[in-house]
């Protein structure tokens, strides 16, 4: 067999022998067959390299991704030592004693109470214990940290930083802790901070830390490192008798140096109200758990399963689009073969030889695109990880290369190669035997079944989608239960409808380029050559064009439902405050007993975010005042004050819901029950972002509500009722459900009629505005709810970072400030320009591909077109239309295919997502654009001078 083959290459054996030796065992048949296929990739190294590339890019993507995400996964080990350093475990009191308290063994944030007779557990009355040491061993050594904030006094002011007190640089607390520079604290005067807080405070080791408030003065002896820091993070570590600002609310826990807590002993520490992290339990976990916390040991697989969703879903797009172009790049590669096959098989070889020898080919640079690709892609992840590392032990929990996937990734690369060589390993073992010693070439003629079958499955695809869809929409509005199959089902054929659409144009393929063939030829001579070099070479035609149509179809679909989306959400945005502004709430405070704000509260409140707004370069400065009910502190309808009164807008009896129809209300981020917000004239075109007439400002003056929200406007007014003492619980009126049969609605303490002026400042907090006048002649008492600051310029990243920290530390025990830039709802610019770069690319990439091997095919055709008189013109216009087929096909099938999907979800949402919102204009230029730009620059590039010794005969 070996003899045979090898004459078959160097035609120095004669024929019979090589017969006779043809029929050897099936061994040595595929060992020929390997090393004839070794060979042949050997001597075509340029189309060999390609198809190594075109393998090897996707897997240096999903190998590089993968190792980024399991980087991002902790191992129990790698979560141990971020936690515990080298401590064995460490305790907290957070239940109360006796209370049946349990806690998840590897998260401690799981804890509850055992349920009561309804199956649902409250908060036990009790106390929470203070000192976790009485219920451990005696003589057990514990390290006490506490974790909160500490004011630093630095050269720009008092700055809020995060702190710890104890002796965190013990060394046991290594991994957790580590010490950077300097020496560790002997004294109760010193302490340590992160190596940025020194370039923060710009001193060095040795220098002071001062702690505003007179908290102290400390000497910085050295830096410490905490495993859950970013390296730019500010931290200060100071002894355990440093006096902390929010001490009260820190963390505290006792850290077990020595104690080794089994999972018994942690729950031994449960029933006295003690949660506990254990290295011991952590690393090995219980199986025998309460059905509560089953769920929360971690599950490796529960960890892993959406990285390997993600690369299956990518790897499968990627494979399709890799065996569509590296087919086509075999199919050139087996007709450039047909010779030396054909003396093959003219001396013994059978079907099966052949197909193996090119089968083995694909395997081959399969397997060198995966190995090369696994090669960049660790290459790559590694110096990605070194790139965007912060520093922080958590975020990276070290450089995980996960082995098992990467062997998957390689026999997938070796798969996609098989693959990829199938269909002309197919063509190759039906070869003409003689056609091909005489090197003829004979075009292709299209099947009746294929292009039949083909129109069935478009036909089919589109039908599922607009069904589908149909039906969505139907068993939205029906009482399916939520676990029925019919809730999911069709909405995933609105997707694989378009799927098999596109499926459908690729069996017609063929038939649609001898289709086009016809047409074109009435274009001119340039059109007609190109034409019908396509549809003669399908077999590199159509996977090329499959594979433009698989990346627009992505592109398509992407753009068309994400800007509907981004629409949809456009149109229901919440505006915190104008566009462009800085919001600052005021809210209850830390030592709050109400839940509200009272006057002298919301009074210092409101000074400190005019300072802290200033301070972030406010140009225009409004205050927006609130009613401040608080019924809902009293037991009982009875224990509420009569002289407690709330005034609110009726919403009129039309706009509002019926409970028993209606399963929910959306007010657009306004409320409803409680819409009157008092505002000064001055400041109101500052609070809603809008602008007055003279008149309307007066009329605003006079007594008239500025009204963003015309549902509760009629007649050009408003109506403002009030309600006292217990109506306020029950009795008083809904601004969202209509009442139901047996609801008591009290009469109001007053009601009166408002002039209303519409304004278009819809979904913003203040839905009704009055004048402070109209309040006060009205009764209605209003205390400083937010304040809305006009901005210049946008705030950079550093200076929102800065207007947190300075709203953190102007919070105290009356009151809590909470800060937000409005920025409005995101652009389609965000995400359509970068979407549509990324298919441009891998567009114009495919269309190289495809192009490329179009012009490496034609070189015989092309020496003899020149050898007749064919022009350089003529050869370049060759070329153009040659591009515009290719690359027009494929956007077309593609465009075709990805905006059903879209279609299908926009009938299912019955108006809620819009086509209107689609940007059909930049669809169509980059539809229509894209393969014009690459017929032009396939027209630009001059094709080779030919080699007229290279002519074909064309029978």
């Known amino acids: 067999m070996t003899e045979f083959l090898e004459a078959s290459i160097d035609e120095s054996v004669e024929p019979d022998a090589a017969a006779r030796r043809a029929r050897g065992s099936g061994g040595s048949r595929w060992r020929v067959a390997v090393r004839l296929a070794h060979r042949q990739v050997r001597r075509t190294t340029l189309s060999s390299l390609l198809i190594v590339t075109l393998v090897a890019l996707p897997i240096a993507a999903m190998t590089a991704y993968g190792i980024f995400a399991a980087s991002s996964l902790g191992t129990p080990e790698d979560r141990v030592r971020a936690e515990l350093g080298e401590m064995q475990a460490w305790i907290a009191p957070v239940g109360v004693p006796g209370e049946g308290f349990w806690q998840a063994p590897t998260q401690p944030q799981w804890t509850g109470y055992p349920p009561g007779d309804d199956g649902i557990w409250e908060l036990p009355d009790g106390v929470i214990g203070d000192d976790p040491i009485a219920a451990l061993p005696a003589g057990t050594e514990t390290i006490l940290l506490t974790s909160a904030d500490a004011r630093v006094e630095t050269r720009d002011g008092v700055r809020l930083v995060a702190a710890w007190t104890g002796d965190a640089w013990d060394p046991r607390f290594s991994g957790a802790f580590d010490i950077v520079d300097g020496e560790r604290p002997t004294s109760t005067t010193q302490a340590m901070v992160t190596p940025a807080t020194l370039e923060r405070l710009d001193v060095r080791i040795g220098g002071d830390l001062t702690l505003a408030d007179g908290a102290g003065t400390f000497e910085i002896v050295g830096t410490l490192d905490a495993a859950t820091l970013p390296d730019a993070a500010e931290a200060v570590f100071l002894p355990s008798t440093a006096e902390l600002r929010g001490v009260i609310g820190g963390e505290r826990r006792w850290y077990l140096p020595e104690l080794v807590l089994s999972w018994e002993g942690v729950q031994a520490l449960n029933e006295d109200g003690i949660v506990a992290y254990s290295r011991a339990v952590v690393l090995d976990p219980p199986t025998a758990l309460r059905e509560e916390v089953r769920g929360s040991v971690l599950d490796e697989w529960a960890s892993v399963w959406p990285i390997v969703l993600v690369i299956s879903a990518g790897g499968l797009f990627a494979a399709y689009v890799v065996v569509m172009l590296a087919g086509a790049a075999f199919a050139v590669t087996a007709r450039r073969q047909q010779r030396s096959l054909a003396v093959a098989a003219s001396v013994g070889a059978n079907r099966g030889d052949l197909s193996r020898i090119v089968l083995l080919q694909g395997t081959t640079l399969g397997a060198l695109g995966g190995v090369t690709g696994l090669i960049l892609g660790v290459g790559t992840a590694a110096l990605v990880v070194a790139l965007t590392a912060d520093g922080s032990a958590t975020q990276y929990w070290g450089f995980h290369v996960p082995w098992p996937g990467l062997a998957a990734i390689f026999v997938f690369a070796a798969v996609v190669g098989t693959v990829a060589a199938l269909v002309p390993a197919r063509t190759v073992a039906r070869t003409d035997v003689l056609h091909a010693l005489s090197g003829a070439r004979r075009p292709q003629k299209p099947g009746v079944v294929r292009p039949v079958w083909g129109s069935v499955v478009l036909l089919v695809g589109v039908a599922m989608t607009i069904t589908c869809a149909v039906v969505v929409a139907a068993v939205n509005v029906s009482d399916l239960p939520g676990d029925s199959p019919l809730r999911y089902l069709p909405a995933l054929g609105i997707v694989v ?65 994400s800007s509907m989306q981004t629409a949809q959400n456009a149109r229901t945005w919440y505006y915190a405050a104008p566009p462009g502004s800085l919001s600052i709430s005021i809210w209850p405070g830390a030592g709050s007993t109400t839940g509200v704000v009272d006057l002298v509260a919301a009074e210092s409140g409101r000074a400190a975010a005019v300072d802290v707004a200033e301070g972030a370069g406010a140009t225009e400065l409004a205050v927006v005042a609130r009613q401040q009910p608080s019924q809902w502190s009293f037991g009982s309808p009875e224990e509420v004050p009569d002289e407690l009164t709330l005034a609110i807008a009726l919403l009129p009896p039309q706009h509002l819901l019926d409970p028993e129809r209606d399963d929910s209300f959306t007010s657009n981020g306004q409320d409803p029950d409680n819409p009157l917000s008092v505002v000064e004239p001055d400041d109101l075109e500052t609070a809603l972002g809008i602008t007055l007439t003279p008149g309307q400002r007066a009329a605003y003056r006079d007594g008239a509500a500025i009204v963003a929200d015309r549902r509760f406007v009629t007649d050009g007014e408003i109506s403002i009722a009030a309600w006292s003492g217990g109506d306020l619980i029950d009795g008083m009126p809904s601004n969202v459900w209509i009442p139901w049969s047996d609801q008591r609605i009290a009469d109001p303490a007053w009601k009166e009629q408002v002039d209303a002026i519409v304004v278009d400042a819809p979904r913003q907090p203040t839905a009704i505005a009055i004048a402070p006048a109209t309040a006060d002649r009205l009764g209605i008492v209003a205390v400083p709810e937010r304040v809305i600051a006009s901005l210049e310029v946008p705030l950079s990243t550093q200076e929102r970072d800065r207007l947190q920290a300075q709203v953190e530390l102007a919070s105290g025990e009356d009151f809590t400030l909470a800060q937000t830039v409005e920025t409005g709802p995101p652009s389609d610019a965000a995400w359509i320009v970068p979407l549509l770069s990324v298919v441009t690319v891998l567009v114009l990439g495919a269309s190289a591909v495809a192009l490329g091997l179009a012009r490496f095919e034609r070189r015989p055709d092309d020496a003899t077109l020149a050898a007749v008189g064919g022009t350089p013109v003529l050869r370049r216009s060759i070329g153009f239309w040659q591009g515009l087929i290719i690359a027009g096909f494929g956007t077309m099938a593609g465009a075709i295919a990805g905006i059903l999907p879209p279609i299908g979800f926009s009938i299912q949402s019955q108006g809620t997502l819009l086509l209107a919102d689609i940007p059909w204009q930049v669809l169509g230029l980059f539809c229509l654009g894209l393969p014009l730009a690459i017929a032009l620059v396939n027209w630009l590039v001059p094709p080779r001078r030919p080699d007229l010794t290279r002519r074909t005969a064309i029978t």
Not at 515 to 537: E, K, M, P, Q, Y
Request: aromatic residues 10%.
């Open 497 to 561: 409808g378009p799927i098999l659409t596109q499926v459908g144009i690729l069996m017609s393929g063929r038939w649609l380029l001898w289709t086009t063939s016809r047409f074109l030829s009435r274009v001119g001579l340039a059109a007609r050559i190109a034409s019908r070099d396509a549809a003669a070479n399908a077999g590199r035609t159509v996977p090329a064009f499959a594979a433009i149509a698989a990346t627009v179809f992505i592109g398509v679909f992407a753009v068309g439902q």
